[in-house]
């Protein structure tokens, strides 16, 4: 059972790089999410899409583009990474029901150098 | 606007202590869900429990326990008999039940919890 998939599990970029986060889901969940963790501030929602081709902003959403071509993909890219970047990245998928769970998967730490 | 605050930032207990993580909430909608996270050393996110607004019949797990008080807007977790094993960061976190909230998930700032053997 894979549930959410993040790809790469670690990166280090230098400031100006791009690069694109990869979030797959098999759960045929109609919601995806992107949050950033820093220590001390829990879990802050980027962006975030409700079904294929709709995404929408969240708490946090300068310096960071997402798209969800596919139901099952959910892509957070930085076009020009700068050091207040570097964080933990965690993807999570729901169903569209209020009272399930969102479902996480295991973080992707990046580093801005 | 919805806020969660745990107010304790760390908590560090010796083995076999009971340990309560305390979690307040702010919301204006009628319905919501309440939830819990463990996040243990190796980073993942892990679903512990989900409360409703309308049910606020408390829950025992084992050795896990929570206490939903609407009165004072409170979902505590209590752990009985802790273990090195509990020693984690715990999040709360809340979700607007109205069609429009898209499932968003507000999460307090967490507790890091240390168990000493």
């Known amino acids: 059972n894979a549930g959410v998939t993040q790809t790469p599990k670690f990166r280090v970029l230098k400031t100006g790089q791009s690069m694109t986060l990869l979030c797959a889901q098999d759960m045929n969940h109609e919601y995806m999410y992107w949050y950033r963790q820093d220590p001390g501030m829990g879990l802050r929602l980027i962006h975030y899409s409700v079904g294929e081709g709709t995404t929408a902003k969240g708490e946090v959403p300068d310096g960071y583009n997402v798209s969800r071509l596919k139901k099952q993909n959910f892509l957070l890219g930085l076009e020009s990474a700068a050091p207040s970047q570097t964080s933990v990245y965690f993807c999570a998928s729901s169903p569209r029901r209020p009272n399930q769970p969102q479902h996480f998967g295991d973080g992707t730490r990046l580093s801005i150098l | 606007a919805q806020k969660v605050t745990q107010a304790q930032t760390e908590i560090s207990v010796v083995e076999k202590e009971d340990v309560t993580l305390d979690c307040v909430y702010e919301t204006r909608d009628t319905t919501y869900y309440l939830f819990w996270y463990k996040q243990p050393p190796s980073g993942e996110l892990v679903f512990l429990i989900r409360r409703n607004s309308f049910d606020e019949q408390n829950e025992i797990s084992g050795r896990y326990s929570w206490n939903f008080q609407k009165s004072t807007s409170s979902f505590n977790f209590t752990i009985t008999a802790s273990q090195v094993v509990d020693s984690a960061v715990y999040f709360c976190?809340?979700?607007?039940?109205?069609?429009?909230?898209?499932?968003?998930?507000?999460f307090g700032q967490g507790t890091i919890l240390t168990v000493h053997p």
């Open positions: 976190a809340l979700r607007a039940g109205g069609g429009t909230s898209y499932g968003k998930l507000t």
